[in-house]
């Protein structure tokens, strides 16, 4: 693995924050992640530090993973953190450009980080998914590898206070064989989201959730919106953000002019 210095710090950043929080991580399937040439990685997104866990997985095997990471966030020290790290922006006005990039970065034998929800899952479950990830991994010709992340909710997502003390929480990560890039993007899809169902239900089999507990899905006995409900809340915060925004640009005429 080529030495890159600021992800290398981040790497010990990250490890230290783990061992403050005394996080208890368990990995599954760690010799899944290749060593050598391009993959997608396909995730699950549960919880906005999942990323953190994705990392070091990748670290674990000699890999720095790249992330696909908003575009508005390429500015000021973020914008610097994901330059030196080779984040690929994603604009969704300028999706194909996002895209190609993505593609090419898998040519060029990286690590790519997916995740074919798009958004967190209000409901832990897993949600509909996106085709990105097959799409590139059939572009590039190169493996897709499952891969699910459990536990790391009850850290820090949406709907639910964060817990960044000392808890010493459980983490179950469970990584899939890669499956070849083969049939069509749908198909391939289908079968992604399968093989991460099956993970995440074992990742779930043997952990302690306590009944009635908001982290814990509506299926196991907690109080997680269903995903029916999680995505009614998904479209009223979507048309909260149109209407906000709708809001500011409506005022910037009324600025420039002086009113």
Known sequence: MARELVFDVLTGLVRTIF???????????Q?????????????????YLDFMEVGLVGRNSGRNVRYMMKAELEHGIVGWLMKQCKAIG?????????YERAVTSLRDGEIVVVYPEATISRSFELKEFKSGAA????????????MVIWGAQRVWTKDIPKQLGRHRFPIDIRIGAP??????????????????????????????MPPGARWVPSRLGGTAPTLDRAAVIEQEELARRRAAAQRRADQQPRRASGE
């Open 90 to 98: 994603v604009d969704r006005s300028a999706g194909a450009q996002s």
């Open 179 to 208: 499956i070849p890039p083969h049939e069509s993007a749908d198909t391939l899809t289908a079968e992604l989201r399968s093989s991460m169902e099956q993970l995440l239900h074992h990742a779930q089999q043997n952990f302690v």
């Open 31 to 47: 010799e899944h992640i290749p060593r050598a040439g391009g993959a997608v990685l396909a995730v699950n997104h549960t919880a």
């Open 19 to 29: 061992r403050v929080q005394g996080l208890r991580i368990t990995i599954e399937g």
């Open 135 to 146: 799409r590139m991994a059939l572009e590039a010709d190169v493996p897709i590898v499952p």
